[in-house]
């Protein structure tokens, strides 16, 4: 039986990634999400990702704020699971920002 951490929600919505290197971005694409939880995100992929790579996720987040605003969750972590058209990210640091402020993007917080 399998224990994990934190719960898995099972939220399918789209997803823009960013594979990070020291000073610049290696690879962008689109994605879907499969669950997501405090401590991760499961993803589709069109392509295998590099397992230990650095990557910024940007998640359209079903939920809107005040009714109106619509809302992203900008994730940062570490691929930690890859297979043909799956990924797997533990999270960093995330930030949940309106799609307005995105030009504004401010420090992510730290996951504890």
């Known amino acids: 039986m399998e224990h994990r951490k934190t719960d898995r929600f099972p939220i399918e919505t789209e997803i823009r990634y960013k594979l ?23 993803f589709t992929t069109k392509s295998q990702l590099p397992v230990g790579q650095r990557a910024e996720l940007s998640v359209n987040w079903p939920a809107q704020l005040n009714e109106h605003c619509g809302l992203k969750l900008v994730a940062i972590g570490i691929i930690v699971r890859s297979s043909g058209d799956t990924a797997a990210i533990r999270i960093e640091r995330y930030d949940f920002r309106t799609c307005a402020a995105l030009a504004f993007a401010g420090p992510a917080q730290s996951v504890n």
């Open 20 to 42: 990070m290197e020291a000073t610049q971005v290696a690879q962008t694409g689109q994605a879907r999400s499969i669950n997501i939880s405090s401590g991760g995100i499961l």
